[in-house]
Every structure is written in structure tokens, then in C-alpha cells.
């Protein structure tokens, strides 16, 4: 995968694992993605859709040529 989506995979994987979905109920990280992303924290939830338009903007070759943006935001907000 390209690294412009790098962070935030590695974000959301952070975040599911840390969730209550996984601590407490002991689901897989997978399961809880596909089957119960209502139980996820608002934040996992956001770092989904923002991984989701990560990857779909890799294939939109509109964006190609002036580079990924999608989750550029939550990198300028960390590294401030």
C-alpha cells in the first residue's frame, strides 16, 4: 500500500484494538470492522472513512497527479 495511507491504517489498527469491541467482548479486529462498526468509538469510526477515502482517492486519477490528500489534515493536527 502506498505510504500516504500508512498512518492512518496504522491508526484505525490502534484504535480497534483498543476498543471495547476487542478488550472486552473478544472479537477480531476484522469482525468488528465488518460486523459491528456501531459499537466502535466515534473515533475509530472516523479514522474508517478517512482510510476508506485514503484508498478510493489512490485510484481517482485526478488525485493522482496532484498527490493523496485524504487524512492529511489528522497528520497537520499531530504533528502541531
Known amino acids: 500500500m502506498s505510504s500516504s495511507c500508512s498512518a492512518l491504517l496504522g491508526a484505525l489498527k490502534t ?23 456501531d459499537e466502535l468509538p466515534e473515533a475509530c469510526q472516523h479514522l474508517r472513512k478517512a482510510t476508506y477515502e485514503c484508498k478510493r482517492n489512490m485510484l481517482d486519477m485526478r488525485k493522482r497527479f496532484r498527490g493523496n490528500t485524504a487524512g492529511m489534515d489528522g497528520e497537520k493536527t499531530r504533528t502541531d
Open 15 to 37: 484504535c480497534l484494538l483498543e476498543s471495547d469491541c476487542v478488550q472486552k467482548q473478544g472479537r477480531l479486529p476484522s469482525d468488528c470492522l465488518k460486523h459491528h462498526t
